[in-house]
């Protein structure tokens, strides 16, 4: 799976490195203009996994974490077990999925080899106002086309907040490449660490690992 999330993260740094100071038209256009500094933001980043890693990883964190809902992908990982658990064993999820999430990520940036991403405009409108599926193609130097969908849905974001929209953003809650859903694969996983520790949330939690489907 970790191959998968390469090609659906490297997408996402279209939406991650947007201009954060502009209050988007539409899912879309949060996406597609992001794509103009894509480049430029990595050539700046790049260079400080070898020279300062931990600037490195903040700002990976800080560039990612306001564009993803992980409190609600999490809790779709979790599924029927969210339910189970306590507040407490909920916010240590969510905190060990989101930095598997970044480090995954983190790992993108660094075999980032010029790769093409192509922001799909919708050929219909949405169904719904608050929710949104953004297609994206990325086009490897192999030749191979890897096409990604983005569900957003248009929620609260206490780490995004713009100047004239303090309420309300686009966040990434689930990811689907080429035809394989990411969140349900997650869940699979947590389904399978259930049943391997006979129901312990707490031993599931302390074993999650992206690492595992590398």
Known sequence: MKKL??????????????AAGE???????????????LLERLIEVQPFYDSDPDRFFDEVNA????????????KRVMAKHYRKASDAQRRIFVDKFRAGLIKTYA?????????????????????????????IEIHA??????LVHYQ?????????????NPEKHWLLRNVIINGINIGL????????????????IDLVIENWSLDENS
């Open 23 to 37: 209050i988007p038209q539409s899912a879309y256009d949060s996406v597609r203009e992001s794509t103009d500094n």
């Open 152 to 164: 957003l849905e248009l929620v609260d974001s206490p780490e995004r907040v713009l100047e004239n």
């Open 63 to 74: 560039a990612l974490g306001p564009y993803i809902d992980f409190e609600g992908f999490a």
């Open 185 to 200: 694969q997650f869940r699979s996983q947590f389904n399978a660490y259930m049943q391997k520790h006979r129901g312990d």
């Open 107 to 135: 790992t993108v940036l660094i075999e980032f080899d010029n790769e093409k991403i192509v922001v799909l405009k919708p050929s219909t409108p949405q169904k719904k106002p608050d929710r949104a599926t953004i297609k």
């Open 5 to 18: 999330l390469k090609w659906s993260l490297l997408g996402l740094l279209a939406l991650a490195w947007g």
């Open 141 to 146: 130097r192999s030749g191979t086309i890897f």
